[in-house]
């Protein structure tokens, strides 16, 4: 049976089906070692900046930076030195706020508390904040949040929360996984109103229609690797998104709502990236001025 569709047929949550399963990964993972393939575009991360231009952005907000980390699917694809690096490397900007968007480990929990010890290293004036992936809720959506919050990170599961600076506020919304059916968008936007900044963390941009119906201002998402490769021509072969390519990766935008998609820095299936590196990204909400207009 080929490697990736008896990954899609192990998907079921017996214990046995899963440690079968990451034992393959662990067993392909070494071949691909061994066989000492040119695969370094995988693990070279890449700081991808972007300012997003909101309108009625508060004055103290202005250049307030996002950084964000997704789908980092820690497993022998992605060890903990790797996870280490983008870290470091994610510190080193100096970010405002650190947004995690989802599926942190791949098919097991032994991987959860690992990573969350090692997310817990990241730093930002406002602190870190999580959402789940629909792996994480596969593997033990209890499990991650626990692990996670031992070592500081809140996960704003269908909540909000709001950032201060110099008395004004913005949200920061965090929906559950829509995958899963763990979503709940009122829920996360409760409490705030459609002229308020709203921000909302969500792992899969397949939410971006109902967000743009609810007003949110901007969405930040994960889930779809980019595409992992990305092909001339036809770019990725898949996209993971109901509303097409163009929220693959990168900025898109739905009506007045923004949508930014992570490329991630883990992959799945198999340990191969291809015109599509693992991303940090780093985002800049700015005002617009009359340029812009």
Same mark, same amino acid.
């Given at each position: 049976?080929?490697?990736? @569709? ?23 993972a070494?071949?691909?070692? @061994?066989a000492?393939? =040119?695969? *370094?575009?995988?693990?070279?991360f890449?700081? =991808? @900046?972007?300012d997003i231009?909101?309108? =009625? ?5 202005h250049g307030?930076?996002i950084?964000?980390?997704? =789908? ?5 694809y992605?060890?903990l ?6 870290i470091?490397e ?6 405002d706020?650190? !947004?995690?968007?989802g599926?942190y480990v ?5 991987? !959860?508390?690992?990573? /969350?010890?090692c997310? $817990? ?18 593997v033990?959506?209890s499990a !991650?949040? *626990? /692990? ?13 929360i709001p ?24 829920a996360a936007? *409760? ?8 921000i909302?963390?969500s792992h899969n ?5 109902? /967000?743009?119906l609810?007003?949110?201002d901007l969405?930040?998402? $994960? ?5 992992q490769?990305?092909?001339?021509v036809?770019g990725?072969?898949i996209?993971?998104n @109901?509303? $097409? ?8 935008q ?5 949508i ?6 883990g992959?799945i299936f ?9 991303e940090?990204s780093?985002?800049?909400? !700015? ?7």
């Amino acid at each position: 049976m080929p490697f990736v @569709r008896l990954l899609h047929r192990t998907r079921a949550k017996h214990p046995r089906s899963l440690k079968q399963r990451d034992a393959l990964i662990e067993f392909t993972a070494d071949l691909i070692e @061994r066989a000492n393939l =040119d695969l *370094k575009e995988t693990y070279c991360f890449q700081i =991808d @900046r972007r300012d997003i231009l909101i309108t =009625d952005l508060p004055d103290d907000f202005h250049g307030f930076t996002i950084a964000q980390l997704s =789908d980092i699917h820690h497993s022998p694809y992605l060890s903990l030195e790797r996870l280490e690096e983008a870290i470091a490397e994610t510190n080193a900007l100096r970010p405002d706020v650190v !947004v995690l968007t989802g599926d942190y480990v791949t098919h097991t929990t032994r991987y !959860v508390e690992p990573c /969350a010890e090692c997310l $817990g290293r990241l730093r930002a004036r406002f602190g870190v904040f999580a959402v789940l992936g629909n792996h994480d809720v596969w593997v033990g959506a209890s499990a !991650v949040i *626990k /692990a996670f919050e031992r070592h500081g990170i809140p996960v704003l599961n269908n909540t909000n929360i709001p950032l201060y600076v110099g008395g004004r506020f913005i949200y920061l919304c965090g929906l559950g996984d829509t995958t899963t059916r763990n979503d709940d968008l009122a829920a996360a936007l *409760k409490g705030t109103r459609q002229r308020d900044i709203r921000i909302l963390l969500s792992h899969n941009p397949n939410i971006i229609k109902e /967000a743009s119906l609810a007003g949110c201002d901007l969405v930040l998402s $994960g889930h779809t690797h980019g595409g992992q490769v990305h092909l001339p021509v036809i770019g990725a072969p898949i996209s993971y998104n @109901r509303h $097409g390519k163009q929220y693959t990766r990168g900025w898109a935008q739905m009506k007045e709502t923004q949508i930014y998609v992570n490329r991630g820095l883990g992959t799945i299936f198999l340990p191969i990236r291809y015109q599509c590196p693992p991303e940090i990204s780093l985002l800049r909400l !700015v005002r617009p001025t009359a340029h812009d207009a």
